[in-house]
């Protein structure tokens, strides 16, 4: 059995109080979704210590999202409501963090393209996570399941952001977001793709 990944062990932390303040799993997805949107607006704003305020918001917005799951299973109220606010919530909040970036690093070097590049990374994040969400009703329990090694999870390369903010390399990360995005969203597709042909064939 994989151990339990380290956002989520830090999340775990955030349940009891929760539990004991009759918060629900939805309204501390909520606050995360809004959390995730004010770190975003602060990058976008990208005047003097604003981003890094911002890294910091987006990290705990991050880690809440996944305190909403687990207070869901710790009070017996997950739904399947519940279930898709999270992903959708999730998506919007990295979709704004990538626009978020691209208006701040306008006046960079990057300029204008700085935007297009951070829409660019947003909308392809957009669509992973549909395709995510349109492929985990279709395909067996599990097979979602992230990759993970030594409790980190492939999605928790968004927590360097926090770093990459704070040494000044927000605009080499965007570089690379706006061209990883567009390939990870190709495989996705993909890997529906195969998988579909295989069902098709009764593999």
Known sequence: MNAMPWDQRIASGFVE???????????????????????????????????????????????????????????????????????????????????GIGVGLRHGDLAGWAILMGAAAGICVTGIFGMRMYMERRRPSGYLDQPSFAGFEIEDVLYLVVPITWFGWLEPFLVVACIGAPVFAAWQILDYLRGRTAVERGE
Request: glycine share 14%.
């Open 17 to 99: 109080p929760f539990v004991r303040l009759g918060v629900t799993p939805n309204q501390v997805t909520a606050a995360s979704l809004m959390l995730g949107l004010l770190g975003a607006a602060l990058y976008g704003w990208g005047v003097g210590f604003a981003p890094h305020v911002g890294a910091a918001i987006f990290a705990l917005s991050t880690v809440l999202d996944h305190a909403d799951g687990q207070l869901a299973r710790r009070t017996g109220t997950s739904s399947r409501f519940g279930h898709y606010f999270d992903h959708v919530a999730g998506a919007i909040s990295y979709v704004g963090l990538f626009i």
